[in-house]
């Protein structure tokens, strides 16, 4: 499927962690402007420090697929730690921003095992200054999070990105 959202848990059924259920409009995503998302996952372990998350990104350019390098914590990155950047994010003992604090989602590690729901909610995506290569066309993502070397969850995504 060329352009359009899609997604799909690569993470074969033995990963802990798996995404349920995720949708996400308009289509394509747009920005600056408004983004709903719905998501489900569920977790048969408590996820904690350090979680490394590897991401692959992938750009369509004609028929081709390129791989775009990391550049400023942007493209196929390897964090080595997710948790350290949800701290500086957000700091500990301070409220997880909303809509999480509604829903009860932790954005804090540790993640504890169990099933996490987010019904349709509208996140803000702001006019952020992105460099050229990162603007309009498809998309291919995939984000593996693992921790002492054992995979937890893996998420494959695939969407469209138009600026405005």
């Known amino acids: 499927q060329v352009g359009g ?7 074969d059924g033995r990963d802990p962690v ?3 259920s995720l949708s996400v409009a308009p289509d394509p995503i747009t920005i600056p402007g408004s983004l709903r998302v719905s998501a489900a996952a569920s977790s048969r372990k408590t996820m904690a420090s350090p979680l490394k998350a590897v991401l692959v990104v992938e750009k369509a350019l004609g028929d081709l697929w390129i791989q775009l390098p990391c550049i400023d914590q942007l493209g196929s990155c390897t964090y080595s730690d997710v948790c350290t950047i949800l701290d500086n994010l957000i700091p500990p003992g301070t409220p997880c921003p909303e809509p999480l604090l509604t829903y009860g989602i932790p954005c804090h590690c540790p993640f504890k095992a169990g099933s996490y729901s987010l019904p349709a909610s509208d996140f803000v995506l702001p006019d952020v200054e992105l460099p050229a290569w990162m ?6 993502v995939r984000v593996a999070i693992s921790s002492g070397g054992e995979e937890l969850a893996c998420v494959k ?3 469209s990105l138009q600026s405005l």
Not at 5 to 11: L, N, Q, R
């Open 135 to 140: 603007t309009n066309g498809n998309y291919r």
């Open 18 to 20: 798996v995404l349920q």
């Open 5 to 11: 959202f899609a997604w799909e848990d690569c993470g």
């Open 157 to 159: 995504l695939a969407f």
